[in-house]
């Protein structure tokens, strides 16, 4: 888990963490997309996230932690869905 929060945090990502098998993504003091963006992409590459509006939290997500391939999937979508924000 050490290893996915690492590349959370790079790309400027906090996360926090629970005592389940997910996390939470926090987008707040980000200067790119929203968190509801973001959800919306990642639904269109066949990854779901909880969104946390519901919670009172609009600008995080819900990750369940998953297999190894699976979260390499979801870093690099997430990656290319940070960098097409800069550019």
Request: one cysteine or more.
């Amino acid at each position: 888990m050490n290893e996915i929060v690492n590349r959370f945090n790079e790309m400027g990502v906090k996360t926090l963490e629970g005592q389940a098998n997910f996390m939470l993504l926090d987008f707040r003091n980000k200067n790119g997309p929203s968190a509801a963006y973001i959800a919306n992409h990642l639904m269109e590459q066949g990854i779901q996230l909880r969104d946390m509006t519901p919670y009172g939290l609009p600008e995080m997500l819900r990750m369940s932690i998953g297999r190894t391939d699976e979260m390499e999937k979801f870093t690099l979508c997430l990656r290319k869905i940070l960098l097409q924000e800069v550019s």
